[in-house]
Nanobody, 126 residues
Framework: QVQLVESGGGSVQSGGSLRLSCAAS????????MGWFRQAPGKEREGVAS????????YYADSVKGRFTISRDNAKNTVYLQMNSLKPEDTAMYYC???????????????????WGQGTQVTVSS
């Protein structure tokens, strides 16, 4: 069956770094764009970053631009999110998702999201 398994979350001080990983299985990973999302308690889910099927195009939310980097390794069926200069407002549960490669995929529209992981918690203390 389809599985997306996130890892790499944890607790870090403000200004620190974390690298999240999302290992995919059970579907043709290289045929889907991938995205990272986050949701903090009491807040709406936010699309953080997305990447196309071959890794040649990436998109970032303004809130993380310049600090986060999304990448993928199609040989390992894994997508990564390198998070630098972390801030307390980055605290959230982070999820990866497979995105159908249709127009507007980089904006991570709900209707294009195909598979989800279970999430990994990131906590940034000041």
């Amino acid at each position: 069956q389809v599985q997306l398994v996130e890892s790499g979350g944890g607790s870090v001080q403000s200004g620190g770094s974390l690298r999240l990983s999302c290992a995919a299985s059970g579907y043709t990973y290289s045929s889907y764009c991938m995205g990272w999302f986050r949701q903090a308690p009491g807040k709406e889910r936010e699309g953080v970053a997305s990447i196309n099927t071959n890794g040649g195009f990436t998109y970032y939310a303004d809130s993380v631009k310049g600090r986060f980097t999304i990448s993928r390794d199609n040989a390992k069926n894994t997508v990564y999110l390198q998070m630098n200069s972390l801030k307390p407002e980055d605290t959230a549960m982070y999820y990866c998702a497979a995105i159908r490669p249709e127009p507007g995929w980089w904006l991570m529209y709900q209707r294009l999201l195909k598979y989800w992981g279970q999430g990994t918690q990131v906590t940034v203390s000041s």
